[in-house]
C-alpha cells in the first residue's frame, strides 16, 4: 500500500515538475518584460528577461518545497491540506523564485508602470493557461501512442490549473500577494493606514483564512470559484 501511494506521488511529481517551472518561469520573464515596455531595464541587465528557469529558479529551494508540499503532505495530509500547506509555505516566507529587480524610478509613467508590473505576473500566467488550451485543442494526438496522450494531457492540464491557481493568488489584495501593492491605487490616500495595518498583521490574517473554521471555507471556496471562472473563459476563447 505504501509503495502504490509512493509511486502515485513520483507519478505526480512527473507531471506537476515541469508545470511548476514552466509557470514560475513565464511569471518571471513577464515582470521584466512589461518592466522594459515601461522604460525600466533592470531586469533585462541582470538578466531576467529570458524564458531560461535558472534565472527565475532557486532549485536548492523549489526542490525541498516539492519535498515537503508532495511528499510530506501527500503522505501525512492528504491532497486537499496539501494545498493548505502550501499556502502555509508562502505565509512562512518559502520563497523558490528568485525576486525581478524593478526600479521604479524609471518608469516614463509611474502609476502605470507599477500597476502593470504588479498585474504583470498573473497576466502572464493567463496567457500560458490560453496557450496551453490551444495546444490541447490543435496539437495531433492521434498520431501518437496513447501513453504519449495521457502525459501530455496531464502536464498541460497541470500547467492549466497551476496557472490560473497563482494568478488568482498573486491578485489577492494583501500583503504578501502582488495584489497587496495595488492597495496603493485602489484606496484613498486618507486610508493608507489600512495598509500598514495589513502588513503587521498580515500573519495573523493568512492564519485565519488559512485555518479558521468557516472562514476557511469562504475564502478557499472563493479562491475556487475565481479560478474556475477565468478557466472557463479561457476555454471559450479557444473552444
Known amino acids: 500500500m505504501l509503495n502504490d501511494q509512493m509511486m502515485g506521488l513520483l507519478n505526480e511529481l ?11 518561469t513565464t511569471r518571471g520573464f513577464f515582470k521584466a518584460f512589461i518592466a522594459k515596455l515601461m522604460g525600466d531595464d533592470t531586469a533585462q541587465e541582470g538578466g531576467f528577461l529570458t524564458f531560461n528557469p535558472l534565472a527565475h529558479i532557486n532549485f536548492l529551494s523549489f526542490l525541498i518545497m516539492l519535498f515537503i508540499l508532495f511528499f510530506i ?22 520563497r ?34 490560453l496557450l496551453c488550451f490551444y495546444f490541447l485543442k490543435y496539437f495531433p494526438f492521434n498520431l501518437f501512442p496513447k501513453y504519449v496522450f495521457v502525459t501530455l494531457i496531464g ?3 497541470a500547467i492549466i490549473d497551476l496557472a490560473i491557481f497563482f494568478g488568482v493568488l498573486d491578485l489577492i489584495p494583501l500583503p504578501p500577494f502582488d495584489g497587496g501593492r495595488l492597495l496603493e491605487f485602489i484606496l484613498p490616500r486618507s486610508l493608507h493606514y489600512v495598509i500598514t495595518w495589513l502588513q503587521e ?14 472562514v476557511s471555507n469562504v475564502f478557499f471556496g472563493f479562491l475556487n470559484s475565481i479560478s474556475v471562472f477565468i478557466k472557463q473563459g479561457l476555454w471559450l476563447l479557444v473552444f
Open 14 to 24: 512527473a507531471i506537476l515538475f515541469p508545470a511548476f517551472i514552466l509557470v514560475f
Open 73 to 94: 503532505g501527500g503522505l501525512f495530509l492528504g491532497i486537499f491540506s496539501r494545498k493548505i500547506l502550501f499556502l502555509s509555505l508562502i505565509l512562512l516566507g518559502a
Open 201 to 214: 498583521y498580515s500573519f495573523y490574517i493568512f492564519l485565519a483564512l488559512f485555518f479558521l473554521p468557516g
Open 96 to 129: 523558490w523564485t528568485i525576486h525581478v529587480p524593478i526600479n521604479e524610478s524609471n518608469f516614463k509613467r509611474h502609476t502605470f508602470g507599477v500597476v502593470l508590473t504588479t498585474l504583470a505576473g498573473s497576466l502572464g500566467n493567463f496567457i500560458l493557461a
Open 155 to 157: 502536464i498541460f492540464g
